[in-house]
Nanobody, 115 residues
Framework: QVQLVESGGGLVRAGGSLRLSCAASRSIFSYNLMGWYRQAPGKQREVVAVISSGGSTSYVDSVKGRFTISRDNAKNTVSLQMNSLKPEDTAVYYC?????????WGQGTQVTVSS
C-alpha cells in the first residue's frame, strides 16, 4: 500500500500556471502507471494524465499542449505542470497509483481558475 500526498493547488487567473506535486510514502517504481485525475463540482472524476514507469505519457484531449506530467522514481514524486489554465480546469486534482485492482488515491488538492 502507498500513501499519496498532493500539494501545489490554489487560486490562479486564467492564463496562469500551477505546478502540482504528489509525494509517495514508498517507492513508486513498482507502479507502472501513475496519474493525475480531477473532479469538478457535479461531475465525475476524470483522468487528466498518466505516465508509465518508462516515461510514456498520455493526456486527455482538453489538456494536451498545456499540461505536462512527470515522475521521479528516485524521489518517489509525480508532478503536473499546468500552463495556460482555463476556468474549466477548476477542480479537485487527485494523484493516483494505478494497480490491477483499485487505484490508490491522494486526498486531493483544489485548483481554482478565475476568468
Amino acid at each position: 500500500q502507498v500513501q499519496l500526498v498532493e500539494s501545489g493547488g490554489g487560486l490562479v487567473r486564467a492564463g496562469g500556471s500551477l505546478r502540482l506535486s504528489c509525494a509517495a510514502s514508498r517507492s513508486i517504481f513498482s507502479y507502472n502507471l501513475m496519474g493525475w485525475y480531477r473532479q469538478a463540482p457535479g461531475k465525475q472524476r476524470e483522468v487528466v494524465a498518466v505516465i508509465s514507469s518508462g516515461g510514456s505519457t498520455s493526456y486527455v484531449d482538453s489538456v494536451k499542449g498545456r499540461f505536462t506530467i512527470s515522475r521521479d522514481n528516485a524521489k518517489n514524486t509525480v508532478s503536473l505542470q499546468m500552463n495556460s489554465l482555463k476556468p474549466e480546469d477548476t477542480a479537485v486534482y487527485y494523484c493516483a497509483a494505478l494497480t490491477v485492482g483499485s487505484p490508490y488515491w491522494g486526498q486531493g488538492t483544489q485548483v481554482t481558475v478565475s476568468s
